[in-house]
């Protein structure tokens, strides 16, 4: 009989091959290519045009496409094997990735795309969820998630992705990289296989901002124009708050980027909640019942449930509703591949696909009747689902077999919700403005969390992102370091059309915005630039003081000082110039103004140089301020003023 000590030994040696075993089961493979693809392809560009024509604008670029694209000769899988095995391979490649190619890059391949394209996690029941390369453990987040993947992986320059709800954005800051929806319209969505007509755009992935500028001018085709600096950038201070990330320490790396571009003039903070409930009254009248039952709902989670009651309209029956058709003997159609546009009355739109209508984002068969007064929903997508019965994702499942009840002026209501919003954040923004907001509210989720499949997920997870999806306007993600070893982002907003001055404030603020992401994440025994700036602000701020109380040398003291702790801050510079102005003190002003060049400091100075009688001197101060603000008027109007005085 075997001692008591022998037989502890053998159960302890039995407990330790366990262990390693499940650490063998549960450790994940990280594939060569992260799991990011589907399929590898090769798309060649054609040759370079011959001197002296410019060469094409993508040359050298490489880029993946979401599995919703279509490509020549290939199936588009639309992130569903048995879809895959019921469609047939494309006959046209679409003329998105056409454009890209015909511009000079290479595409490389198919990635991964969530169940039908309806997730956000990025977690795939059918192929390997592909890995996170900021971090391993957490999800990528979808629906482009091997798009997202590639491109933070460095497999690709960029790729392309379908964002509906969040599509591009919430992956791009799980990843930490760069992603683009455009606004609604822009970008042509023909060979993209639909998930919501009224709510896809294509969008797009980059880690190097100029790239992903490079890719937005061939897409958007919009014409060359000067680029303008922001006039007007709004921190949605609510949105951070909410957020489960470090609010202040985010906010701090805008202003002080902000600050240290454009002056501090520029910046404006709004509750974004209480301006959307202002300026969207039909938000106070939709049918809480329809939205879980819940009574109070911020106006952002109310959106962000508007647009999820959007988006499953296109993949549910809609016994209940019906659709207002005026009655036309004829349709003119324009077909390609097994797709079709349909052109009605008032500029209606259907989208044909698979033998149904799209009409925005409600599907009408083909077979039917199209010219009788009213028309039942026949099918969406529950078509193929109820003959083909595949297998789907189970948090698609729960979204599909939910029920809907809803009335066409419940319809009508939310297309009227949408056209508010816009309306409110293009008079919040206007033609030279930018919203800032965290890209998501909450880190990305640890692979296999059961919150993954909760309803309440899907709505945290893609409420920031309903901004942009229900008023249609562009938005860009950003990375901006790291917290709890998870990717921290932010993104910026511009009103719908606005997507060229959009990408180039990306290509503006993006260094500064990664410099101070950099400082802020330093640990405190390395603050000592921290504390210098803290320092400078506080001798600003009795700079001011003293200012107000006509103590102009005072004044001059304490902005030197500030200046000496912060070098880089052009409103100190701008502020000292004032002083030096109202002491009539032109000859302190040679060094008011800096390598880091600011418009008011030009116009200080030239004001001041005129006042004295040097107007040659002046002409030169008003000149440099048109370069740097070509629209600003009073640099415009003094020039033209002294213009003519010497004439």
């Not at 320059?157 to 709800?165: A, Q, R, Y």
């Not at 070893?485 to 500064?512: E, I, M, N």
């Amino acid at each position: 009989m075997a001692s008591p000590s022998a037989n502890l030994w053998v159960l302890l040696g039995l407990g330790i091959a366990g262990i390693l075993i499940m650490t063998k089961k549960l450790k994940r493979v990280v594939k060569a290519d992260f799991g990011a693809f589907i399929e590898r392809l090769q798309l060649l560009p054609p040759p370079q045009p011959a001197p002296p024509k410019a060469p094409h604008p993508l040359t050298g670029l490489s880029f993946a496409v979401s599995d919703v694209f279509n490509i020549e000769g290939f199936v588009t899988g639309f992130g569903n094997p048995d879809w895959s095995r019921t469609h047939e391979a494309a006959t046209r490649t679409c003329p998105v990735v056409a454009a890209l190619v015909d511009g000079g890059a290479t595409c490389v391949g198919k990635t991964v795309v969530d169940d039908m394209a309806l997730s956000v996690s990025g977690e795939s029941k059918h192929y390997d969820t592909p890995t996170n390369p900021a971090s391993p453990a957490r999800i990528p987040g979808g629906a482009s998630s091997g798009a997202a993947v590639a491109v933070a992986a460095k497999l690709v320059d960029f790729s392309l992705g379908i964002d509906t709800d969040g599509g591009v954005r919430v992956p791009a800051g799980y990843c930490g990289i760069l992603g683009f929806r455009p606004s609604h319209g822009t970008v042509s969505l023909s060979g993209v296989t639909p998930v919501s007509g009224s709510l896809d755009t294509v969008g797009w992935f980059a880690k190097d901002p100029s790239v992903l500028r490079r890719v937005g001018h061939v897409l958007l085709q919009v014409p060359y124009a000067a680029q303008r600096n922001p006039r007007n950038i709004v921190i949605a201070d609510d949105c951070f708050q909410s957020s489960k990330f470090p609010a202040d320490r985010i906010t701090q790396v805008v202003i002080k980027s902000i600050e240290k571009l454009y002056g501090r003039q520029v910046l404006r903070h709004e509750n974004l909640s209480d301006y959307i409930k202002l300026k969207v009254p039909s938000l106070s009248a939709i049918n809480i019942k329809q939205l879980n039952g819940e009574e109070k709902y911020s106006p952002v989670r109310l959106l962000t449930n508007v647009m999820q009651l959007l988006k499953s309209l296109q993949v549910k029956i809609g016994q209940k509703t019906k659709l207002h058709v005026l009655r036309q003997s004829r349709l003119q159609c324009k077909w390609w591949d097994s797709h079709a546009l349909v052109l009605l009355p008032k500029g209606w739109s259907y989208y044909v696909s698979l033998g149904y209508y799209y009409v925005s984002n409600i599907l009408v068969s083909r077979h039917s009747e199209v010219n009788d007064a009213r028309h039942e929903f026949r099918q969406t997508h529950n078509e193929w689902i109820n003959s083909v019965k595949p297998t789907l994702d189970p948090a698609i499942s729960a979204q599909i077999s939910e029920e809907l009840d809803l009335t066409d002026a419940d319809i009508e209501k939310y297309h009227t919700i949408r056209s508010e919003l816009r309306s409110a954040i293009n008079a919040l923004l206007k033609d030279d403005g930018i919203l800032v907001i965290p890209t998501s509210s909450d880190p990305p989720a640890k692979l296999g969390a059961k919150e993954i499949f909760s309803e309440e997920y899907l709505i945290r997870t893609s409420s920031l992102s309903s901004l942009a999806s229900m008023s249609g306007c562009c938005q860009v993600a950003l990375p901006v370091g790291v917290h709890e070893k998870c990717p921290v982002s932010l993104s910026l907003l511009a009103r719908h059309g606005g997507d060229r001055f959009l990408l180039d404030t990306l290509q503006t603020v993006y260094a500064s915005f990664q410099e101070q992401a950099d400082t802020a994440a330093k640990p405190k025994s390395s603050s000592k630039a921290v504390t210098q700036e803290t320092s400078a602000e506080m001798a600003k701020e009795k700079g001011n003081q003293a200012f107000k109380d006509k103590q102009w040398q005072r004044a001059i003291g304490f902005y030197t000082e500030a200046i000496k702790l912060n070098s880089s801050n052009a409103t100190y510079y701008s502020n000292r110039a004032a002083a030096y102005l109202e002491m009539g003190r032109l000859c302190m002003f040679s060094d008011i103004i800096v390598k880091l060049a600011n418009v008011k400091a030009y116009l200080r100075r030239g004001t001041a140089r005129e006042m004295l009688g040097y107007y040659k001197e002046a002409m030169e101060d008003f000149r440099y301020a048109l370069v740097l603000e070509p629209n600003n008027k009073r640099a415009a109007q003094s020039l033209d003023r002294l213009k003519k005085l010497f004439a």
